[in-house]
């Protein structure tokens, strides 16, 4: 059963997103609540997989596809070599409201400047 989310409709282009990153498998795109200078959110584009406790085994790849878009994007944009980072955020307690697993990258500010993501 696929589960209907916000991100669903981002990747049906059914409501507005600031995409910066796409292939076949992901999709990156300008957190709307940014929590630091730099806040993309990269997901899968064709799994609706709710949290990371959900994730297969068969479904681990995305996981890896997710963190080389990230990667790839922070070189394109010139502050990989000043740093990044990395985010995944597993159900309410830890920050989650949108359940569609995604992974957050954060960067343009030092560490311990910006605060934790919370979508």
Known sequence: MTQETLFSKIIRREIPATIVYEDDEVLGFK????????????IPKNHIIPT??????EQAHLIGKLALAAAGYARREGFAEDGYRIVMNCREDAGQTVFHIHM?????????HFGAPGK
């Not at 709307?32 to 993309?40: D, G, S, T």
Request: proline share 11%.
């Open 52 to 57: 990371l406790d959900d994730l297969t085994a």
């Open 104 to 112: 957050h990258l954060l960067a343009g500010a030092p560490l311990g």
């Open 31 to 42: 957190d709307i609540a940014p929590q630091a200078p730099v806040h993309v959110l990269f």
